[in-house]
């Protein structure tokens, strides 16, 4: 359980950090809630761990017009109790409220969160439903990535070698919707075996607008799309939830086989529909 010797820098910005991780066997640290299990275990073995903890302005929480910014290490505590998430995209709030214990969501962050792809981890499916964006940096250059984009498998993303998260932006919700994020969450560790997050808005009985991120079911968290098109174009629930998970790859393991995780996202994202529908007014 003790990691292999590193060396260890903690830059004072965020230019000194591009430089430090730009070539060779690094990381960075964030809230090495995943880091640090993984050096002991000595799955992960940096040459250089280059700390982003001291970097200022990386978590900032604030709302330009109809996008909330939301800075990389910001924590799950910050996600969760942050008064402009909680006002204008309760869905991410409620999503961070799910993870883990109270020290994990102290100290792990929105950037380290995404930024390992862990395929049982909770935000990617709320991303996914609120179509929000991954902002990424490196010394020489910056791009956004759509969150469908950015997760590619099981603890693989779009960023390349030399570039970190800096920001996430999603939009701020429209009054009237309505809201879920429903997990059967792993008895030891709190992951999600499956996670649903839901988002609706209601046109007199209908549904205008459906949005279902689903994570723990497959390699990496995707938008159930044709539960969606089918929810919007008035199918009965059944038919619709019937739907979700239909020819994509499932995982298995010990605690659920491919299809009862089927069975499963089905189930909470019934769950997750019902509650949103009754939240969108
Ligand atoms: P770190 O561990 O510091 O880093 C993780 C990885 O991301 C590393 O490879 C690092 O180099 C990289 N990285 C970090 N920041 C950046 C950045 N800005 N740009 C690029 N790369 C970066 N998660 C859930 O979703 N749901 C749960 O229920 C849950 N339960 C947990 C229970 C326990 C007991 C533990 C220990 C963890 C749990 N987690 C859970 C994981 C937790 O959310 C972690 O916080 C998260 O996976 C990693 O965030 P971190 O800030 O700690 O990142």
Redesign the pocket.
């Known amino acids: 359980m003790i990691p292999q010797e590193f060396d260890y820098s903690a830059p004072t910005n965020l230019q000194e950090a591009f430089q430090l991780i730009a070539d060779g066997e690094r990381?960075?640290?964030?809230?090495?809630?995943?880091?640090?299990?993984l050096m002991k275990l000595r799955l992960?073995t940096p040459e250089h761990v280059v700390d982003?903890g001291r970097v200022p302005d990386l978590n900032h929480i604030g709302d330009e017009g109809s996008v909330i910014h939301i800075g990389?290490?910001a924590t799950?505590h910050d996600v969760e109790t942050s008064a402009v998430i909680r006002a204008r995209c309760p869905l991410l709030a409620e999503t961070a409220s799910?993870?883990?214990?109270v020290q994990?969501r102290n100290?792990?962050?929105l950037?380290?969160?995404i930024?390992?792809a862990?395929p049982?981890?909770?935000?990617p499916a709320a991303l996914v439903a609120l179509e929000g964006k991954i902002r990424i940096a490196s010394a020489k250059a910056e791009r956004t990535v759509p969150a469908a984009a950015f997760f590619l498998d099981p603890f693989t993303t779009a960023?390349e070698p030399g570039?970190?998260?800096?920001e996430v932006l999603v939009p701020a919700e429209a009054g009237s919707e309505g809201y879920r994020y429903e997990k059967l969450?792993h008895p030891a560790?709190?992951?999600?075996i499956v996670g649903i997050a839901a988002r609706i808005q209601k046109s007199g009985r209908g549904i205008a607008m459906a949005r279902i991120g689903v994570t723990g079911l497959g390699p990496h968290a995707f938008r159930a799309l044709e539960t969606e098109r089918l929810l919007e174009s008035g199918a009965e629930m059944e038919k619709a939830v019937a739907s979700l998970g239909e020819g994509e790859e499932a995982n298995s393991d010990l605690y659920a086989s491919a299809d009862y995780r089927r069975h499963l996202a089905r189930v909470h994202a019934r769950r997750a529909i019902a509650v949103a529908l009754t939240r969108a007014s």
């Open positions: 990381k960075v640290l964030a809230g090495g809630m995943s880091l640090i299990p992960a982003l990389a290490m799950h799910n993870i883990g214990d994990v100290r792990g962050t950037g380290g969160s930024a390992h862990d049982s981890a909770d935000y960023l570039e970190l998260v800096v969450e560790s709190g992951f999600a």
